[in-house]
C-alpha cells in the first residue's frame, strides 16, 4: 500500500481552535505547520498518522485510550522547527489493529517501522506519553539507532509492581459500572457521559478546567461495551509485559533522556519518577504543576516550555549513571 496524503481526519480548525504555541509572524509561517494525514500499509496494519512542520524529526507516541489528537495543543507549537510526526498505534485512532502479541512488542515494531519510513535515515526526538512513554522506552533500547532522545511525559509502568492506573482504572465505580451494566440498558450518549466523566477525573488535576472536546475525543473511543472490554483487555496484555520489559531497564539508556510529569498525576504518581531515577540515572526530571496525566492537553504552553529547549538543543551527551539529575518545577 503507497502512502496516501490527505487533509486531516479531523478539521484543520482543530488544530488551531485550544492550540499553544501558534505562530504570530504571518501566513506564511503558519502554512508550514499546516497538519496532514498520512495513510500507509505498516508491519500487518493500515496505519495512520499526522505530519506537519520541517525540520528535525520528532515523533509524539500517545497512550492507551487515545490517539493522536491526545497531542492536537502541542503539534503546531513543535512544528514550526521540526517536522512533527503523530501516529495513531494499532488499533486506535485510524490504525486498524494489530494481531500480534504481546502487545508492547507490537507497539514498538510499529514505531520502529514508522521512524524508518518517515525520518529517511535520521533518528529521531521520541515524546511519549503514558504507555507510549513504555513503547519509547522499549524502542530507545531495542533500536537506540533510530532515537536521538527521549521524552517521557508521564510514562506508564516505570514504577515498581502493579501499576497504579491499572488499579484505578479496574475500580474506578464509573469504568466498573459502564463494564457490566447491559448495553440495552445504556443508550450511547449516557456511556460517553460515564466514560467521559471517568476520564475527567482521573487524568486531570482539575477535572472541572478541561475542555470538552478533550473529555469528548476520549469518550467516543469507548462509547460501547466491546470497545471497553478491548480496551481492558488490552491494558491487561500491556501490563503484563511490563515487569519484564520495562521495570527491569536498569542502566543509563543509550540517548538523553528529559522526564516530565503532571504533579497531580493521578494515574502515575510522581513517586514513580523517583523509581525510574533510581534505576536508570543520568536523566532530567522537570515537574509541571497543575497538571495530571497529560500536561500537553491540561498545561500545553508549560509543557512546550519544558519540550523545545531540550529538542533544540545541539548534541547532547550519552547519560551517565552519575550524571547529576536535575529536578526542575515548570510554572503553568
Same mark, same amino acid.
Request: charged share 5%.
Given at each position: 500500500m503507497a502512502e496516501r496524503v490527505t487533509a486531516p481526519v479531523v478539521s484543520e480548525q482543530?488544530?488551531?481552535d485550544d492550540a499553544a504555541g501558534e505562530p504570530r509572524r504571518g501566513r506564511r509561517r503558519a502554512a508550514g505547520r499546516e497538519v496532514r494525514s498520512h495513510h500507509a500499509r505498516l508491519l500487518d496494519t493500515d496505519a495512520h498518522w499526522l505530519a506537519a512542520g520541517r525540520g528535525t524529526?520528532? $515523533?509524539? $507516541?500517545?497512550?492507551?485510550?487515545?490517539?493522536s489528537l491526545v497531542w492536537r495543543r502541542v503539534i503546531r507549537g513543535?512544528?514550526?522547527d521540526h517536522r512533527v510526526v503523530v501516529p495513531d498505534l494499532p488499533g486506535f485512532g485510524h490504525t486498524s489493529p494489530t494481531r500480534r502479541r504481546p502487545l508492547l512488542d507490537a507497539y514498538t515494531d510499529f514505531l520502529a517501522e514508522l521512524i524508518e519510513r518517515t525520518g529517511r535515515g535520521v533518528p529521531a526526538a521520541v515524546v511519549g506519553n503514558s504507555t507510549g512513554g513504555a513503547v519509547a522506552l522499549r524502542l530507545a533500547v531495542t533500536h537506540p539507532e533510530l532515537v536521538s532522545r527521549l521524552v517521557l511525559v508521564d510514562p506508564a509502568g516505570v514504577g515498581q509492581g502493579v501499576p497504579s492506573w491499572w488499579r484505578l482504572v479496574r475500580f474506578e465505580p464509573l469504568v466498573r459500572l459502564a463494564s457490566f451494566v447491559p448495553l440495552s440498558l445504556t443508550p450511547r450518549p449516557v456511556l460517553e457521559h460515564v466514560i467521559g466523566e471517568a476520564y475527567r477525573r482521573m487524568a486531570f488535576a482539575d477535572p472541572g478546567n478541561v475542555s470538552e472536546r478533550s473529555v469528548r475525543l476520549f469518550a467516543e473511543r469507548l462509547n460501547s461495551r466491546a470497545r471497553i472490554h478491548r480496551f481492558l483487555r488490552n491494558a491487561h496484555d500491556v501490563v503484563d509485559a511490563f515487569e519484564g520489559d520495562v521495570q527491569r531497564i536498569e542502566a543509563p539508556l543509550p540517548v538523553p533522556v528529559l522526564a516530565l510529569w503532571g504533579r497531580q498525576d493521578r494515574l502515575v504518581p510522581l513517586h514513580d519518577a523517583l523509581a525510574l531515577l533510581e534505576r536508570i540515572g543520568g536523566l532530567e526530571v522537570r515537574i509541571i504543576e497543575d497538571a495530571g496525566h497529560s500536561p500537553q492537553l491540561e498545561a500545553p504552553e508549560a509543557f512546550l516550555e519544558a519540550v523545545r529547549p531540550f529538542l533544540d538543543r545541539g548534541t547532547l551527551p550519552r547519560p551517565r549513571r552519575s550524571d547529576t539529575t536535575t529536578m526542575r518545577v515548570a510554572a503553568r
Open positions: 482543530s488544530f488551531r524529526p520528532v $515523533v509524539l $507516541v500517545h497512550g492507551l485510550g487515545n490517539s513543535l512544528a514550526g
